[in-house]
Nanobody, 126 residues
Framework: QLQASGGGLVQAGGYLRLSCATS????????MAWFRQAPGKERECVGS??????????YYADSVKGRFTISRDNTKNTVYLQMNSLKPEDTAVYYC???????????????????WGQGTLVTVSS
């Protein structure tokens, strides 16, 4: 139901845009998020967005603030993660996630998301 794409190999300082297309059910009334998991590390939330996606309804991890932008287009049932100024430490598998309908608040807790995409690998070379 969630299909992530857009990962790849990029040099440090470069950029990538991840997309997460949803299907099978609507998530327009759900918070959505991007998580990542680097080798040997726990999965962490890099960004979360409420259904409306306004400036007061977005969360970013400190490690990506000012470099990553999460957004959503509810007409296309898609959430995006624009990643600029990429660093080698951004290398990870990136997952999109969606909360159940009605769970609209921004949260970085894994337990608050019930639907997960398959992950897309981002590799940043130095």
């Amino acid at each position: 139901q969630l299909q992530a794409s857009g990962g790849g190999l990029v040099q440090a300082g470069g950029y990538l845009r991840l997309s997460c297309a949803t299907s099978g059910r609507t998530f327009t009334n759900s918070a959505m998020a991007w998580f990542r998991q680097a080798p040997g590390k726990e999965r962490e939330c890099v960004g979360s967005v409420s259904p409306r996606g306004g400036s007061g309804s977005i969360y970013y991890a400190d490690s990506v603030k000012g470099r990553f932008t999460i957004s959503r287009d509810n007409t296309k049932n898609t959430v995006y993660l624009q990643m600029n100024s990429l660093k080698p430490e951004d290398t990870a598998v990136y997952y999109c996630a969606a909360a159940i309908p009605g769970r609209t608040w921004v949260t970085q807790a894994e337990r608050d998301y019930d639907y997960w995409g398959q992950g897309t690998l981002v590799t940043v070379s130095s």
